[in-house]
């Protein structure tokens, strides 16, 4: 699996967008970009996936690169509730023995009030 | 998503003893996961539990220290054998669920070794 680089920890302000970096320059043409993130003492939560196009969902927005070595996870309007551990993972998808998640340092992610 | 619970949601324990910590799962899965949160770390791949065959363990993860049982498409066990202070942690199990699927987790059982 590709190796991914994030900023250890970031601040934002409540009701700012939060756009938290992720660097993944050896990414392979068949994976995937994903994040997760983790609130203290609670299992990983799901937040979105892409491969190559830009992608929202109810929690977030994926931005890539046209090159694919990095992207970007906004969270458009932040709330105290997101502070969290946020990981950035590149795996193949689908169900393979190359899909497993290998988790990095993450970005710990504080909103101020 | 997946409702997936785990049992026991924490406890303590003495060294020497082992614990067996259980992942039930709403539906039906092929693959489950199993990892380990050491206090301040990040998640670690302990091992993937495939129903019918034998669990693949990660590197530097042994089938006598955490065993492994995986009995049918719902539910699988992993056994913290032998107990040492250094393996108090959180273990969490997970699942692929979704169209490109996507992993969820449980809960996590914490556990504390004395």
């Known amino acids: 699996d590709a190796k991914t680089t994030q900023p250890p920890s970031m601040d934002c302000a409540e009701g700012r967008a939060a756009n938290l970096p992720c660097n993944h320059s050896t990414i392979s043409g068949n994976e995937y970009v994903y994040w997760y993130r983790q609130i203290h003492s609670q299992g990983p939560q799901y937040i979105i996936h892409g491969l190559k196009n830009n992608e929202t969902n109810e929690m977030a927005s994926l931005i890539i690169t046209e090159d694919r070595k990095s992207s970007t996870l906004i969270l458009p309007h932040a709330t105290l509730r997101d502070t969290a551990v946020y990981y950035c993972i590149v795996r193949v998808g689908g169900e393979t023995s190359g899909s497993r998640l290998t988790f990095g340092e993450g970005t710990q992610l504080t909103v101020n009030p | 998503s997946a409702v997936i619970s785990q049992k026991p949601s924490r406890d303590i324990c003495q060294r020497g003893t082992s614990l067996t910590i259980q992942c039930q799962v709403d539906?039906?899965?092929?693959?489950m996961f199993w990892y380990r949160q050491q206090p301040g770390q990040s998640l670690t791949l302990i091992a993937t539990?495939?129903?019918?065959?034998?669990?693949?363990?990660e590197s530097g993860f042994v089938i006598d220290k955490f065993p492994i049982s995986r009995p049918n498409l719902t539910f699988s066990t992993l056994t913290v054998s032998n107990m040492s202070p250094e393996d108090s942690s959180i273990y969490l199990c997970?699942?692929?669920?979704?169209?490109?699927?996507?992993?969820?987790f449980g809960p996590g059982t914490r556990l504390t070794v004395t």
């Open positions: 997970s699942v692929n669920r979704g169209s490109i699927y996507e992993q969820y």
């Open positions: 539906s039906q899965v092929t693959m």
């Open positions: 539990a495939n129903q019918g065959s034998e669990a693949t363990y």
